[in-house]
């Protein structure tokens, strides 16, 4: 099930009495749930028919207990089950008798934080009792592009081309990151419903703050100790360590690309035709491929492709597989 299915679901005034919720894009998960909030509640949501429980300190002995309580001021009640996915198989077994017969006066939303890939056995169990809806980062130019005038409608903002171009360049794919930044924007803005390329850049790239194009150019400088700040700072917003990776991968292909164009003479037009950015975002694109010789972009895809590998298949710690790279790759660079 789509969340678009979901809305016209709730416009046409159908809540399902079980819901699985799960993916990490918490920003688009979280305003999936206040729409059925305002489905349930229209006048407002009642906090006694509202009910938030954590799989971490809970169990399906109290699930049950707060879906079977008797709703106070409305005709149904809302039942919220955060981190689901800690919950095992005999826990599981323990509510299998009410998701196969969920009360209609109770809406039962599990929230999980699951992959569709490595968890695909889980999800297609649960999908066996009810609508199961995928909250994924934005992955690309384009779910990154639509993603990110989705978060500006919702302030009655919209973004010019090239300003969009240059989100997707800078804030990569985590949604968290992207919608703390649309927000930005939009205080921002003020009363301009327009947003443009220089406010991306005053706003979210002003003052050298952490974004993947500083990072890179920090490493690209040698200035290893203002990429390691650069990090710190890009993770502490919350975003995982594999999406850090990821963007600095998508960086250096944008670079990459630039010095394979600028050893073809090719000029400064075409390789922005070629990088789909605005013109200034494509100037510094050039200005950090001028420092990267030819010979060592293999290398750096190396080191890359290592610290993903040791990422994904161990318990190493993120933070320093990362910093790890950053140190190698300001001594290829020098």
């Given at each position: 099930?789509?969340?678009?299915?979901?809305?016209?679901?709730?416009?046409?005034?159908?809540?399902?009495?079980?819901?699985?919720?799960?993916?990490?894009?918490?920003?688009?998960?979280?305003?999936?749930?206040?729409?059925?909030?305002?489905?349930?509640?229209?006048?407002?949501?009642?906090?006694?028919?509202?009910?938030?429980?954590?799989?971490?300190?809970?169990?399906?002995?109290?699930?049950?207990?707060?879906?079977?309580?008797?709703?106070?001021?409305?005709?149904?009640?809302?039942?919220?089950?955060?981190?689901?996915?800690?919950?095992?198989?005999?826990?599981?077994?323990?509510?299998?008798?009410?998701?196969?017969?969920?009360?209609?006066?109770?809406?039962?939303?599990?929230?999980?934080?699951?992959?569709?890939?490595?968890?695909?056995?889980?999800?297609?169990?649960?999908?066996?009792?009810?609508?199961?809806?995928?909250?994924?980062?934005?992955?690309?130019?384009?779910?990154?592009?639509?993603?990110?005038?989705?978060?500006?409608?919702?302030?009655?903002?919209?973004?010019?081309?090239?300003?969009?171009?240059?989100?997707?360049?800078?804030?990569?794919?985590?949604?968290?990151?992207?919608?703390?930044?649309?927000?930005?924007?939009?205080?921002?803005?003020?009363?301009?419903?327009?947003?443009?390329?220089?406010?991306?850049?005053?706003?979210v790239c002003g003052g050298g703050r952490g974004t993947i194009f500083n990072l890179?150019?920090?490493?690209?400088?040698?200035?290893?100790?203002?990429?390691?700040?650069?990090?710190?700072?890009?993770?502490?917003?919350?975003?995982?360590?594999?999406?850090?990776?990821?963007?600095i991968a998508r960086q250096f292909r944008l670079i990459g690309t630039a010095r394979?164009?600028?050893?073809?003479?090719?000029?400064?037009?075409?390789?922005?035709?070629?990088?789909?950015?605005?013109?200034?975002?494509?100037?510094?694109?050039?200005?950090?491929?001028?420092g990267w010789p030819a010979e060592r972009l293999g290398a750096v895809f190396e080191?890359?492709?290592?610290?993903?590998?040791?990422?994904?298949?161990?318990?190493?710690?993120?933070?320093?597989?990362?910093?790890?790279?950053?140190?190698?790759?300001?001594?290829?660079?020098?």
């Open positions: 099930m789509a969340v678009d299915d979901l809305k016209k679901s709730l416009a046409g005034g159908v809540i399902a009495p079980l819901y699985f919720f799960y993916g990490d894009n918490e920003p688009a998960l979280e305003e999936a749930i206040r729409l059925i909030t305002a489905a349930l509640f229209p006048g407002g949501a009642a906090e006694l028919d509202i009910r938030q429980l954590n799989a971490q300190s809970q169990g399906p002995g109290d699930i049950l207990q707060a879906v079977r309580t008797i709703s106070f001021f409305s005709r149904k009640k809302l039942v919220i089950v955060r981190q689901a996915h800690h919950f095992k198989a005999p826990q599981w077994d323990q509510l299998k008798a009410y998701l196969k017969k969920p009360l209609g006066s109770c809406c039962l939303i599990f929230v999980l934080l699951l992959d569709e890939k490595k968890d695909k056995a889980r999800l297609e169990a649960l999908k066996k009792f009810g609508p199961a809806l995928a909250f994924q980062n934005p992955k690309g130019d384009r779910q990154i592009a639509q993603f990110v005038k989705a978060q500006l409608a919702r302030y009655g903002k919209t973004i010019a081309p090239d300003a969009l171009a240059y989100c997707g360049a800078i804030l990569g794919e985590s949604a968290q990151v992207i919608a703390g930044e649309v927000e930005k924007l939009a205080l921002y803005c003020g009363e301009r419903t327009a947003v443009e390329a220089a406010d991306v850049d005053e706003v890179v150019d920090a490493v690209g400088q040698g200035r290893l100790e203002q990429s390691l700040e650069l990090l710190g700072g890009i993770l502490g917003s919350g975003v995982h360590p594999l999406v850090v990776l990821k963007m394979l164009m600028l050893n073809q003479n090719e000029p400064s037009s075409r390789i922005g035709q070629r990088l789909r950015l605005p013109e200034f975002v494509v100037k510094g694109i050039m200005q950090q491929a001028r080191e890359i492709f290592a610290a993903s590998s040791l990422t994904k298949s161990s318990r190493a710690d993120g933070r320093i597989v990362l910093e790890r790279l950053l140190l190698r790759l300001t001594e290829l660079r020098a």
